[in-house]
């Protein structure tokens, strides 16, 4: 279908569903929300944390946006917010923007194509001005140029067809900076043309934003503005949940241990989902004698991701790499993997493992040792600590080191480790970005460094497929060589439930974190 009908058709999707709950609406209030900690920046495109994208993505907007009011993310739920319409050339490798007039900066000034040519160009490393930290760049390593044909129109041209870069663009991460202010400016502000404004940011404190008033969507947002309020320790998150001190949950911080404490509460509500975070394993590749695949396929099929998320994450969802369906958009099927080696009977998986072990010339009498890393944070260290005991049964004695959470992530960009207990979210829920940020050769984020030139083709190859559902089937076949190759060993994929008071209305929870936090749809019933 043309771009243009798909805009209008989305748009149409989203009037109709505010056109149902007209009558219920209502203006005013300041909703208050829970934030657990400072953000790093304030800067989006700088950060890979909810801390900075949950408290900023009111203030900004996209070129797209996944529909606010549909929990599971795909280019089906996509709709415009800065462009008016979006369609592709007939080779698939151009596609191109219709943008929105009359649109402002929070400063007054007019938004235009510059600014979308300007942030993109950034992001992808190719403009003079830079950032301190770019961390998606690779998302649009296939855009070669980005041109602008007036102020109201702009294009992607790629190097090969790519139809997830609609995805991308619509994730939370993928924010319109202004041309007009210098990129390092908005680590410590913000200038947006979103429906709120930042009035005031205290460190370990709070931060505000209201409502502003020339906001381009017409009668939005409902709110006068949100309260961020900045609560450290997580029992007194919770306290303030119970005690009605907040009216709405940050993503992630309702897992089912705090579900339990929240559900008898009469006056809240929930929307359960599975998150495209992966609690994973990951094993040297590269470090002797985790060179050898045996060792690793070994210490892959010794752990029962079952018994994980019934003994130390209970609700958690066992899945390979991607969210399974229906659950997520690509994800082997839950039935499916049960065939997979690391997921089929423990006793199977087991026996086979420990045949690798004696093969490799291990067993009772003579253990492997190896030192098995966590992040200090308790959902890392239980679940590392239970990992040494599946390990224990295939003749492995493992040692837990504990890491401080500000040495973690420099320690696996180093690759200082054995085998480690890791989490990896996504920015969106898409092979482009799971594949390509964990699994390509090189990759910063592939703490394993598990490279297969073979299996790499075929990340290009499921990328340029415009076919959907026949791209969902190379998907799979590439996720079950990943599980297969041990590129990681995954655990399972975190659950929420969502936390809101019921007088909260117009928020939904989605299947990844990021892309639900515009506030412009919010309202409060009271």
């Not at 830079?130 to 790629?158: A, S």
């Amino acid at each position: 279908m043309h771009g243009k009908k798909i805009a209008l058709l989305l748009a149409l999707a989203l009037v109709a569903f505010g056109a149902g709950t007209a009558t219920a609406q209502k203006y005013g209030g300041v909703l208050k929300s829970v934030q657990r900690g400072n953000p790093p920046s304030l800067s989006i495109h700088e950060e890979a944390t909810f801390n900075t994208n949950w408290p900023m993505s009111s203030q900004y907007n996209n070129l797209v946006y996944f529909h606010p009011l549909k929990p599971i993310e795909s280019l089906d739920t996509v709709i415009p917010e800065l462009a008016e319409s979006w369609s592709w050339s007939s080779d698939n490798k151009s596609l191109t923007f219709k943008l929105h007039r009359g649109v402002k900066w929070h400063d007054g000034k007019p938004f235009t194509a510059k600014d979308v040519k300007h942030t993109f160009d950034v992001v992808r490393g190719t403009s003079k001005a830079r950032l301190k930290l770019n961390p998606r760049r690779l998302w649009y390593g296939n855009v070669q140029d980005i041109t602008t044909n007036g102020d109201y129109e702009v294009t992607f041209r790629l190097g090969r067809p790519q139809p997830s870069l609609v995805a991308l663009l619509a994730s939370g991460y993928s924010p319109v900076y202004p041309a007009h202010v210098k990129p390092q400016d908005l680590r410590t502000t913000e200038l947006g043309t979103g429906p709120f404004v930042l009035t005031e940011y205290k460190r370990d404190q709070i931060i505000k934003v209201r409502k502003f008033k020339d906001y381009f969507v017409k009668g939005r947002p409902y709110l006068d503005g949100i309260d961020y309020i900045i609560i450290r320790k997580k029992g007194t998150r919770i306290a303030a949940m119970i005690s009605g001190q907040v009216d709405l949950n940050q993503p992630t911080e309702t897992d089912e241990q705090v579900y339990k404490q929240l559900k008898d509460i009469k006056e809240m509500d929930f929307n359960k989902t599975y998150l495209a975070s992966n609690v994973n394993i990951i094993i040297n590749n590269k470090q002797p004698p985790f060179n050898n695949p045996k060792l690793r396929r070994a210490v892959n099929m010794a752990i029962n991701r079952y018994d994980y998320v019934k003994a130390v994450q209970p609700g958690y969802l066992v899945g390979g790499f991607l969210p399974p369906t229906p659950h997520g958009s690509w994800g082997i099927p839950a039935d499916k993997l049960r065939s997979i080696p690391g997921y089929r009977d423990e006793s199977v998986d087991k026996e086979a493992a420990r045949k690798l072990m004696r093969e490799l010339g291990y067993g009772p009498d003579n253990r492997f040792k190896v030192t098995v890393s966590s992040r200090s944070t308790a959902n890392y260290v239980d679940a590392a600590t239970w990992a040494l005991g599946e390990l224990k049964q295939i003749y492995i004695d493992a040692e837990l080191e504990i890491v401080e959470s500000g040495n973690w992530f420099g320690k696996v960009a180093r690759r200082d480790f054995s085998i480690a207990l890791n989490a990896t979210g996504a920015g969106v829920d898409d092979p482009d970005v799971t594949f390509v940020e964990n699994f390509t050769c090189g990759s910063q984020r592939n703490y394993s460094d598990y490279c297969n030139p073979e299996v790499q083709k075929r990340f290009e190859e499921q990328s340029m497929m415009t076919d959907q559902k026949a791209r969902l089937a190379v998907v799979q076949e590439i996720e079950q060589q990943l599980v297969e190759d041990v590129a990681r060993v995954s655990l399972g994929f975190r659950v929420n439930y969502n936390a809101r008071r019921s007088f909260v209305k117009g928020i939904i929870g989605h299947n990844t974190n990021y892309s639900w936090a515009r506030m412009q749809e919010v309202w409060l019933d009271k």
